[in-house]
């Protein structure tokens, strides 16, 4: 008679799975809004929409961290890569107004490490902490053979919620607003493929003082910035016409996603200083200038589109929330079938 198997001959370990489940709960106890309904474990999640919503509309979005992951492995940092994956998602619904509820994460591995698994988990609550988001469940899928030692992949799925009439979608978008820009951390989540190309090519000394006191690997792997509280704030005070989320396609690609057809964003490259990181890659990689503009979001995070007479006031406030808030330029008639946004 053969041998007895069990799952975890097959290589997927339950008890491991059941640890990370109970490492996890306080840090996700602490992002719980008052509308989640029962406790993390249950087959579903159940979260109820506020009654301060006339006509609630639900606003989804879904991303992951990307080749990122690559250097989080290389380098054996996974406290942060969470954080990067609530604000690709989060960011994104909050250009359309949307206040995030919950977020929901899926974590694949080939053989579950618990310790790291848990920072990474860590991270992701980190990030609904600070987005006012609710971390209400998620999966953790161990799948032998799927993947290389020591990697895992991650995925995002957040919901929020917006009054059907402050829904924004950058129809009222006019020539003569004024274009602000918030600053990113850095590369938050896009261009790594690049990113670690150049690396792998020029070997820097990544340890070495870089800018400030941090060193060039704290510069690359630095987290997403997240923006929903400073702009929620800002959005119960002002009218905010448009918002683009700067991520994969870099500014000039993010921006016309929110534009009506006959308008262009005519940035002035000159009215934010490039950060540090940014000209380190462009000159290490000997980047063309617009291909930086196309694939980094090159010191600019978060786009916001004002009204001119309203723009000065926007920027003060977002400032004295901490944010670093320049002004990019503005909107102006598009000619012909030109590029919808300009950099010069």
């Known amino acids: 008679m053969s041998q007895s198997l069990s799952y975890r001959d097959a290589g997927v370990d339950i008890d491991a799975g059941d640890q990370l ?11 719980l809004r008052p509308e989640v309904l029962g406790d993390l474990g249950g087959f579903g999640a159940l979260v109820e929409i506020s009654k301060k919503y006339e006509h609630p509309v639900l606003v989804s979005g879904t991303d992951g961290v ?7 492995f290389e380098w054996d940092k996974h406290d942060t890569v969470g954080i990067d994956l609530v604000a690709m998602s989060v960011n994104d619904i909050l250009v359309q107004g949307a206040e995030p509820l919950f977020f929901l994460d899926y974590f694949a591995c080939g053989k579950l490490d618990v310790a790291r698994a848990t920072d990474v988990i860590k991270g992701i609550a980190q990030g609904c902490e600070e987005s006012g988001c609710a971390l209400i469940g998620g999966e953790t899928a161990e799948m032998p053979g799927m993947y290389p030692e020591g990697e895992y992949d991650l995925a995002g799925f957040a919901v929020g919620v917006v009054e059907k009439s402050k829904v924004i979608n950058g129809r009222r978008i006019r020539p ?11 590369a ?3 261009g790594y493929s690049l990113i670690r190309k150049i690396i792998e090519r020029s070997k820097p000394d990544l340890d070495a003082p870089f800018n400030g ?3 060039l690997r704290q510069a690359v792997i630095a987290p997403t910035r997240l923006y929903v509280k400073p702009i929620l704030a800002a ?6 016409k448009g918002m683009a989320h700067i991520t994969g396609g870099g500014l000039t690609e993010n921006i016309p996603r929110v534009l009506p057809d006959n308008c262009v ?4 490259a000159q009215s934010w200083p490039m950060p540090k990181l940014f000209q380190w ?3 290490a990689g000997n980047v063309d200038t617009q291909e930086m503009y196309r694939t980094f979001n090159c010191g600019i995070g978060m786009a916001v589109i004002v009204p001119a007479g309203e723009a000065d006031a926007v920027q003060a406030f977002l400032a004295g929330q901490g944010e670093t808030v320049y002004r990019l330029g503005e909107i102006r008639e598009r000619a012909g079938g030109e590029h919808q946004t300009q950099v010069a």
């Open 213 to 215: 006191g941090q060193t």
């Open 66 to 72: 990307g080749t990122k992951l690559k250097l989080a």
């Open 235 to 240: 959005l119960e005070k002002f009218d905010i």
């Open 188 to 190: 938050h989540s896009n």
């Open 265 to 268: 964003a005519q940035i002035d």
């Open 21 to 31: 489940v109970e490492n996890i709960k306080p840090f996700a106890k602490r992002t």
């Open 281 to 283: 890659l462009q000159q």
């Open 176 to 186: 003569g607003d004024v274009v602000l820009g918030l600053a990113s951390n850095g």
